[in-house]
């Protein structure tokens, strides 16, 4: 077997960094070995930080053919209503090749595993022979408590087309969900699920007062508005939810003590941050500073390429060193990989260099020293080693 032998400045490991280490990888990316360097070793060396692939926790791929067709700063209600409009004229031919063109981005930006957002099948193909991995979340929505039994039984025909793959069903988010949909997707497996929550004031707004954009966009949609019976996205969204496996996606609006109520409400929960996509849409950031304490259930994504320029996980990071420059660069790396690949139930495999794993490896130069520690620069470039 072919051994090849790296090193680098700063070798990512989730205890924190390892200097004057190497990693031992064979063929197809097979860690082999993580260890100190000894007299005699010979090497290649990567001036600046080797870390494992990312895993995108959060994207929709099947929206991609909607890249740059949607305004920036319309809040929640203006991009959906934009959104449904631009979808309805994409062919299906094209938001394949938008799909498929979208994966090879990812994965040439280094990026290993995703969780995928899917309401059609239009992506199973695809990921039945693309290199990176995917968990497809299908996605159920709907206010119509009449029709929680028929959208039920339309996402379980749905989910067949991505047998063989990892997948699972989800709901889309609490704006857009019936008591009685909520309660049949939850009593139908104790899978993971991926739910958008807390992403605008709009949403906010909506559950505490009954008011705000998303009851005009109720109306022009010709759905009838009941208020919710609890006066909280999470509160409403979450009700009569045992713990498991669970992903809440954005959280921008999400204040300290209700991240911390959750936390230890469900000992499996992990809270993906979009970052880029909250700037586009909302022109909001989320508050970083209320995640750290709990920094090892934090992950990232990219949303869809509908709601950002790019699926570039490091952008991302790039975001969020710029506008927290306190976080260090191990903590967010920590969220891009270890976290991630936790997150969609891959730590076995991915977020980490250890024996017998394929994490993929990342090369990240021209990074400059803080106060000993690594940060990135406006030239800080990835290039992907496997």
């Not at 008591?179 to 991926?194: D, G, M, P, Q």
């Not at 992990?270 to 950031?285: D, G, K």
Request: proline fraction near 7%; hydrophobic fraction near 40%; include cysteine.
């Amino acid at each position: 077997m072919s051994i090849k032998r790296i090193s680098a400045d700063y070798i990512y490991s989730p205890e924190g960094w390892k200097q004057q280490h190497l990693l031992e990888v064979g063929s197809g990316g097979h860690i082999l070995g993580f260890r100190p360097l000894a007299p005699g070793d010979e090497y290649e060396f990567y001036p600046g930080l080797l870390c494992p692939g990312w895993v995108n926790a959060h994207c929709h791929l099947e929206l991609s053919v909607l890249k740059g067709r949607i305004p920036q700063g319309t809040g929640m209600t203006g991009f959906i209503q934009a959104l449904l409009r631009q979808r309805a004229g994409a062919t299906e031919a094209e938001s394949r090749a938008a799909a498929a063109a979208a994966m090879d981005e990812a994965w040439q930006s280094g990026t290993v595993g995703m969780g995928d957002i899917c309401n059609t099948a239009l992506t199973a193909p695809l990921k039945r022979t693309h290199a990176l991995r995917t968990h497809s979340f299908v996605e159920l929505l709907g206010l119509d408590a009449t029709k929680a039994a028929e959208i039920l039984a339309n996402g379980l025909d749905l989910l067949q087309a991505f047998e063989g793959l990892p997948a699972s069903l989800t709901l889309h988010a609490p704006y857009s969900v019936s008591e009685a949909l909520r309660h049949a997707v939850f009593n139908h497996s104790r899978e993971l699920l991926s739910i958008h929550l807390l992403e605008s004031t709009q949403e906010r707004e909506l559950f505490a007062h009954g008011s705000g954009p998303f009851i005009d966009f109720y109306r022009q949609m010709g759905i009838p508005f009941t208020p919710f019976p609890q006066k909280d996205p999470a509160a409403y969204i979450l009700h009569g939810l045992e713990p498991r496996p669970l992903l809440l996606v954005h959280n921008t609006e999400m204040q300290p003590q209700q991240i911390e109520e959750l936390m230890q409400r469900f000992p499996q929960l992990y809270v993906c941050l979009c970052p880029r996509s909250n700037q586009y849409i909302h022109r909001s950031f989320p508050h970083i500073e209320h995640f750290l304490p709990f920094s090892e259930r934090v992950c990232l994504g990219t949303d869809s390429l509908a709601s950002n320029h790019s699926l570039h996980i490091l952008e991302e990071i790039r975001a969020i060193q710029q506008r927290f420059p306190a976080v260090n660069l191990h903590t967010l790396l920590q969220w891009a990989s270890t976290n991630g690949a936790k997150a969609l139930q891959w730590g076995t495999i991915f977020g980490i260099f250890a024996p017998d794993y394929r994490p993929g490896i990342n090369w990240i130069d021209h990074i400059e020293i803080q106060q000993e520690q690594p940060r990135l620069t406006p030239q800080s470039k990835l290039h992907k080693l496997a």
